[in-house]
């Protein structure tokens, strides 16, 4: 089966920057997306990556790089709120359901 | 616009008892998707709906599991007969026209088996 690899948990500080590293099986990918969980809440959307390269939304950025069947979520001036889940997540060519790791847990520190 | 409705909220019942869960997508949203969380895990993906049409199913228990969505809008999912391992949020999500990797997800029902 399809499978993805992220790193199971992450602490950084208020302010700090932090990247979360996802790594996905190649054969029929199509996209590389984010989402962020806080505990007792559903899933919502971060990003998306289709292409090559680097998405910049605010204080999230994301980047995949096709060749090394990799990408990251890049969080800027962390915020105590940040603190939450956060899943990779592939869709493949012809079956655009999502396949989720099973995530990082990012803990922000005073 | 409203987000995806769930209910219930919470539910706890004996192995061997069935339930049910109700989603209602965004409006609009002709694709539906159901995933079971189980903590510590990401979500998984159960069943996928286009319209009132299944696109994928092939990660559904259907020994126990069956979903339905008829008239192409709200979606039921149901157990029959749960397990204890079949304790986890069921998580219902729907995209529209655009990106479908853009899913909203609604709240969730979160599932104990005893």
């Known amino acids: 089966g399809q499978s993805l690899e992220q790193p199971s948990e992450v602490t950084a500080v208020e302010g700090a920057i932090v990247q979360i590293n996802c790594t996905y099986q190649?054969?029929?990918?199509?996209?590389l997306s984010w989402y962020q969980q806080h505990d007792g809440g559903a899933p919502t959307f971060l990003s998306y990556n289709g292409l090559d390269g680097l998405e910049e939304t605010g204080r999230f950025s994301s980047f995949l790089s096709r060749s090394d069947s990799y990408g990251y979520l890049l969080l800027q001036e962390l915020q105590m709120k940040d603190s939450a889940s956060y899943f990779c997540a592939v869709s493949y060519t012809g079956r655009r359901a999502l396949t989720f790791g099973s995530g990082t847990r990012l803990q922000v520190q005073p | 616009e409203a987000g995806v409705a769930q209910s219930p909220r919470y539910k706890i019942i004996e192995k061997r008892q069935s339930v049910a869960f109700w989603c209602n997508p965004i409006?609009?949203?002709?694709?539906l998707y159901w995933y079971q969380q189980i903590l510590g895990q990401g979500p998984k993906l159960l069943i996928q709906?286009?319209?009132?049409?299944?696109?994928?199913d092939s990660q559904l228990p259907k020994d126990r599991f069956s979903a339905e969505r008829l008239k192409g809008v709200d979606s039921t999912l149901k157990i029959q007969p749960a397990k204890l391992e079949d304790s986890a949020v069921y998580l219902c999500a729907s995209s529209g026209p655009g990106l479908q990797e853009t899913q909203y997800f609604g709240p969730g029902t979160r599932l104990l088996v005893l």
């Open positions: 709906f286009q319209n009132n049409g299944v696109v994928d």
């Open positions: 409006s609009g949203h002709a694709t």
């Open positions: 190649t054969s029929g990918f199509y996209g």
